[in-house]
């Protein structure tokens, strides 16, 4: 059985899409941010030390990081279906945009996000946050002028990771800003399993 640590309003919730568009068995074990922090609860360390979602239970085996959850599953369960072949031209892009969401855009994002949390000013990092988060949005948008996906004209694993930062500036009422991005997203909401990753996401958040 895989158990997907699920934690609410997380990245997690781009797992339980991807194994619903493989078509695998598994179960969600939920846990709630607490109302004061919004920081994950500590049961979650028990199953890894970091305390973070999304984990994965994968046959006795312990997966974490988004990236790393869903380059494994793919390649185990739906090469042919989710990413480009090896030896396609479009393989190495696919690689690119799957860590791109977790590393190059999440970071300013968070930032900008934090920052306006906090609501003190700061000498430097308000400026730096919101410089590098139009940088990167700028980026992904010329990158989707013309596309339906980032690569190769079908869903991949580099979708469902970038989803998450599509629903950030979504959340953030941005989107528009970036017509590319907003065809983008309309694109993905509208798969089937996605909307039934968002239903489940809406069911397990108990806040």
Request: proline content about 4%; hydrophobic content about 40%.
């Amino acid at each position: 059985m895989i158990t997907l640590h699920h934690l609410n309003k997380s990245r997690s919730k781009r797992i339980i899409w991807l194994l619903e568009e493989l078509g695998l068995d598994y179960q969600i074990k939920s846990y709630q941010r607490d109302s004061q922090t919004f920081l994950a609860p500590a049961e979650l360390k028990a199953i890894h030390p970091l305390g973070k979602s999304p984990v994965l239970e994968y046959h006795q085996q312990i997966i974490t990081e988004s990236g790393a959850i869903i380059e494994y599953l793919i390649e185990q369960h739906a090469p042919d279906k989710l990413a480009p072949e090896k030896n396609s031209p479009h393989y190495r892009e696919y690689l690119q945009w799957l860590h791109f969401a977790e590393s190059s855009a999440m970071l300013p994002l968070l930032l900008r996000m934090f920052v306006a949390k906090d609501g003190c000013k700061t000498n430097f990092l308000e400026g730096y946050a919101a410089a590098e988060s139009e940088s990167i949005l700028s980026y992904v948008n010329q990158s989707l002028a013309g596309k339906r996906y980032l690569v190769a004209d079908k869903l991949t694993g580099a979708d469902i990771m970038m989803s998450f930062i599509v629903e950030l500036l979504a959340a953030s009422g941005e989107v528009n800003k970036y017509p590319h991005i907003a065809v983008y997203a309309k694109q993905l909401s509208q798969h089937e399993n996605s909307i039934k990753a968002n239903k489940l996401e809406q069911l397990y958040d108990k806040t």
